[in-house]
């Protein structure tokens, strides 16, 4: 069976992370440019492989000190390291396993994927629909900065939470 190509849909995709803040809130933010493609047998994504990237200039917490602070040196240092992309190993059932690199740290990760289904949209166009989340530790990726309040709380938590919901078009 031929491979079939995928292209993410970027106006029905979100590319979401969740941050525990002086572990009392959270904090959302999103990337607001990226990309990302898939190769799949026909519709059926088992052993898909999936390619993601997103410009870290592009964060977006709805907060511009918060953003320009996530894309200094403390953090993804976007001037330097202006991309994170992730590289698919394997997607069997519902775990997605690959490399993720920020800044110029590479590490394996595995994602839980759900596939919503496969679908023709009113244009004729086939879709699929996913749901990917997950957690990282931003140390792993040398996102190392913090402070403590007065309080002994620390401000940014080391956990990361990935929320992705992404809907990718057959491409013919």
Known sequence: MKNTNWLIDNTHSEIAFKVKHMMISTVTGHFEDFQATAK???DDF?????????????I???NDDR??????DDFFNSEKYPEMKFVSKS???????GD?????????????AELNGVAVDPYGQTKAGFEI???VNRKDFNLTWNAVTEAGSIVVSDKVKLVIDVQFTKQS
């Open 40 to 42: 799949s047998n026909g």
């Open 46 to 58: 088992n052993n898909a492989s999936l390619e993601f990237s997103a410009k870290t200039a592009s």
């Open 60 to 62: 977006n917490t709805k």
């Open 67 to 72: 953003d320009a602070h996530l894309k200094s």
């Open 91 to 97: 997607f069997i059932g519902s775990k997605l396993v």
């Open 100 to 112: 993720l690199t920020i800044r110029d740290v590479t590490k394996e990760i595995t994602l839980d």
């Open 133 to 135: 989340s997950g957690e």
